[in-house]
Each structure stands twice: as structure tokens, then as C-alpha cells.
T-cell receptor, first 117, second 111 residues
């Protein structure tokens, strides 16, 4: 079975450019999560969706970050404009959750390693 | 107090020994607990979940939960060099029950 698919795997861009990260969750999963991981701050939840609806975006750092989930099989995380401090590994994860409040094991994609110069 | 706390390590154990990884959490209402393993440069991989007090065994791994003490641990028996990784404890918390990860414990198994 295909796992969570993220693209691109690596992204290097200059400060000020728009960055779009993409995620395809595991088929049948109805919860999707975007995380950011850095050495300093560890793994941080940015936003999560349940049945395509954003449930908690309290981890989104600022207005430069936005996330969408237009359908059950696709999500994007966009940074505009990007800054060097946004450099990190961004993970997408998915799970099957009967409700947004229930917690089921999450399955992670391989991540996008983002470098902003 | 951080919501989920782990000793960052590194925890160094000889091959064949038992590795003991610990995690404390602050939300008394948490009902589910997860251990993830993350190899360097890779994504987190779920290895254990536990929902009730006591022990849960899966092969060489045992998860232990004590809700009264707000403590969850992971034991790895007969540790192998391939177990060398960062182990992340994850506990739901907050108003939306989102999963909160600890900073992880780096385990090094010495051959």
C-alpha cells in the first residue's frame, strides 16, 4: 500500500520566494497533519485537518504560512514570502480518526527538506 | 513545565542490554500514548501505542503506562545496533487533543 506521499523531497530557494509543499495522505485516512522539525524546536504541529476541515492551526507561525485541503487526497502548505528561519524538514502525516477529537496512530511521509537562502 | 518531557540523551547501552526510555506528560486527561522511532534523516515511524495502565509487549518492545504518575516508558530488550535512533514520545493534549511530541531521546547501542 502506498504511504503518505510528499513532494518535493528537497527544496532550495531564495528568501522572499513562494514555497509550496504538497501531500497525498493514505487512501481512507480522514485526518491530515503538517509538522515542522528543527534541531532547536523538535517536531511541531503546524495544522491539522479532519475530513478536509482545519481543526487546529494554532501552530502556524504567522500569516506567511497557509494550508489548504481541497479534497480528501491532497493538501498543500504554502509559505509566502519565505525567510531563512523557515528552513526545516516539513512532514505530512495522516491517520483514520472517527472524530477530530479521537487520536489514532499517525503515519508520516518522508518529509520535505526546505532550505531558504 | 513542558507538556511532554523526555531526556534528550544520548542514552548509550551495550548490545544485548535493555534500553529504558522515559517520558512524562502534563495533561491528566490524556488517554492514548505513542512511541515513534526516527532514524537520522528519516521520518518518524510508529512502533508502539498504549491506551491503558500497565504493560504492553510487542516483540522486543514493551511500553509501560502509569497514568497516576503521568509517566510512560519504552523498554527495548536485547538491544541491537539497528535500534540506534531517536525515540519520540507523543501524547494528545490541548483543547483539540492534538498530538504533542517530546523532543526525543537519542539511543546509541554499542556493538
Amino acid at each position: 500500500d502506498a504511504g503518505v506521499i510528499q513532494s518535493p523531497r528537497h527544496e532550495v530557494t531564495e528568501m522572499g520566494q513562494e514555497v509550496t509543499l504538497r501531500c497525498k495522505p493514505i487512501s481512507g485516512h480522514n485526518s491530515l497533519f503538517w509538522y515542522r522539525q528543527t534541531m532547536m524546536r523538535g517536531l511541531e504541529l503546524l495544522i491539522y485537518f479532519n475530513n478536509n476541515v482545519p481543526i487546529d492551526d494554532s501552530g502556524m507561525p504567522e500569516d506567511r504560512f497557509s494550508a489548504k485541503m481541497p479534497n480528501a487526497s491532497f493538501s498543500t502548505l504554502k509559505i509566502q514570502p519565505s525567510e531563512p528561519r523557515d528552513s526545516a524538514v516539513y512532514f505530512c502525516a495522516s491517520s483514520f480518526a472517527p472524530s477530530f477529537y479521537s487520536n489514532q496512530p499517525q503515519h508520516f511521509g518522508d518529509g520535505t527538506r526546505l532550505s531558504i537562502l | 513545565q513542558k507538556e511532554v518531557e523526555q531526556n534528550s540523551g544520548p542514552l548509550s547501552v551495550p548490545e544485548g542490554a535493555i534500553a529504558s526510555l522515559n517520558c512524562t506528560y502534563s495533561d491528566r486527561g490524556s488517554q492514548s500514548f505513542f512511541w515513534y522511532r526516527q532514524y537520522s534523516g528519516k521520518s518518524p515511524e510508529l512502533i508502539m501505542s498504549i491506551y491503558s495502565n500497565g504493560d504492553k509487549e510487542d516483540g522486543r518492545f514493551t511500553a509501560q503506562l502509569n497514568k497516576a504518575s503521568q509517566y510512560v516508558s519504552l523498554l527495548i530488550r536485547d538491544s541491537q545496533p539497528s535500534d540506534s535512533a531517536t525515540y519520540l514520545c507523543a501524547v494528545p493534549g490541548g483543547a483539540t487533543n492534538k498530538l504533542i511530541f517530546g523532543t526525543g531521546t537519542l539511543l546509541a547501542v554499542q556493538p
